[in-house]
């Protein structure tokens, strides 16, 4: 297993996991590959909508990274499930909705309206009230329905980056 890593003051490098415990004056700076540096500093800082906004926008790839991520750096899995809900949640309020004055019929500011339309397109109204109540199950699940919360919002995750749609064998 080959890890990408940077040095302050280096030039990135690759090295393998047993030589990079020889370095003991500066910890390495290690970075997934397939994950941008900016994404994940984005998740230590905020961790919660960084892995809501990958899913929705259908990118289950790099929610999972970004989730596992978030995971290793002690985010609770409860306020990131919170987060997700309340965009689909969102979504769904939308969903469908015209008129001049959204915002205030539905009781949202005038950015949230904007970006939960922009967010709905291509969603079915079926997934989303899918994905609310799988939503809630998961909810279920986290405050102690399974032994595997991880795995739990995991699989939510995927469902929502599959815009509520079962996978296809």
Same mark, same amino acid.
């Given at each position: 297993d080959i890890a990408s890593v940077g040095f302050s003051g280096s030039s990135t490098m690759m090295m393998?996991?047993?030589s990079r415990m020889m370095w003991t004056r500066?910890?390495?700076?290690?970075?997934?590959?397939?994950?941008?540096? @900016? @994404?994940? #500093?984005?998740?230590?800082?905020? !961790?919660l909508a960084v892995v809501a906004d990958a899913?929705?926008? !259908?990118?289950s790839a790099e929610a999972r990274i970004l989730l596992r991520h978030s995971g290793a750096a002690g985010f609770d899995a409860i306020p990131m499930l919170a987060a997700l809900n /309340? @965009?689909?949640?969102? /979504?769904?309020?939308?969903?469908?909705?015209r008129g001049g004055n959204l915002a205030k019929e539905l009781g949202m500011a005038p950015w949230q309206v904007?970006?939960?339309?922009k967010?709905?397109?291509?969603?079915?109204?079926e997934d989303l009230a899918h994905c609310i109540v799988q939503g809630a199950?998961?909810?279920?699940?986290? #405050?102690? !329905?399974?032994?595997?919360?991880?795995?739990a919002l995991e699989r939510y995750i995927l469902l929502v980056a599959r815009r509520g749609r079962p996978l296809v064998n």
């Open positions: 393998s996991p047993p500066k910890k390495p700076k290690i970075a997934l590959a397939t994950t941008p540096a @900016k @994404k994940l #500093k984005a998740v230590a800082a905020s !961790g899913a929705i926008a !259908g990118r /309340m @965009k689909i949640r969102g /979504m769904a309020r939308v969903y469908g909705a904007e970006r939960a339309m967010d709905a397109r291509g969603w079915r109204e199950e998961t909810e279920w699940l986290l #405050k102690g !329905g399974t032994r595997d919360p991880e795995y």
